[in-house]
């Protein structure tokens, strides 16, 4: 089956209401994306060109509804100090924090996108993929969220310290890792792309409601309502278990919730479903890494009966990033099973 749609016209009818060849469907592709082109993890970061053209290809390749540009988590707090180590063909990882303990939250500045760090190389990459095909596919720049961002600069057991000991610090944290992120927001938006929000520190397995309400939500408030202002849409990502948060993530701005698959997208639905967009949530290890086509195809149909009727619609999509090996074949298998379900609720 093809597609009789291109994205953009895919979510602008949906937005509308108006019928849809098939549901939007997003397998979240990171740096899967290294083995569309052919090339190491290591030779995407740092390399705009480079990332360009695998998330361009993967596109091309699957045909999925947004390009999200993206190699890890660590860049926004890179550019402010943080040390992360590239394996030659695995994601990047924290391999050191900006600061030691909260004497250094001092020494600490915001990040200039287009000077620090990588930043600069990233939207260099969503500028060549706007140009590649921003005309047909939404193209999107990944965004840590600064709670999140906050443990990058710190370290997270120091920052789970100060939570309950300083909360003072965590706010000087926070605030500085806003500055960046609205900083760098300012710089995706000015490519063409959109914001994605990603702020995994901030699940309901890491935090309680109270925490998330005092040390999270204020700062990503007031990062959705300036995407907002800037006329973009912002979809939020938190990891893990967030059913107790999904209010709050609702009443941060958010217009879409991306469910991850240990939450239940019915769950979602009955809680939120007339708020907020969903988007989920295959498990991304279990079923799009070591699955067959089939385990694929009733994962994905499984989603699209969970929540294919939620009042402000379903993107179907993995509950978080793919691993770098998932096979294409159950990339496209999702896909397939998207294009095989139509627009609409599946029995």
Known sequence: MKDQMTPLERIAAYNKGDSVDRLPCVPIVGNTAARVTGVKVSELRGDGAA???????????????????????????EAMGARARQPEDETAYLEAPAI??????????????????????????????????????????????PFTNASFLIGAEKLSRLVLKNPEAVHALCELSLQSALAYAEAIIGTGAAPSLTDPMSSGTVISRRQFETFSFPYLKRLIDYIHGRGKSVTLHICGKTDKIWDLMADAGADCLSIDNEASLEDAKLAVGGRVRLMGNVRPSEVMLLGGAEEVREATLACIRAAGDSPKGLIV???CSLPTETPFANIHKMLDTAR????????
Not at 113 to 139: I, N, Q, S, T, W
Not at 340 to 347: C, F, P, Q, S
């Open 317 to 319: 999509a993995s509950g």
């Open 100 to 145: 030691s303990d909260e004497g250094g939250i001092s020494s600490l500045s915001p990040a200039d996108p287009r000077r620090d760090g990588h930043l600069p190389e990233f939207l260099k990459a969503m500028d060549m993929a706007m140009d590649a095909v921003g005309k047909e596919v939404p193209v999107t720049g990944a965004l840590t969220g």
């Open 51 to 77: 990332i360009a053209r695998a998330h361009v290809a993967a596109y091309r390749l699957f045909g999925y509804d947004n390009i999200r540009i993206f190699t890890d988590l660590y860049t926004l707090a």
């Open 340 to 347: 095989e379900a139509g627009g609409g609720r599946v029995a």
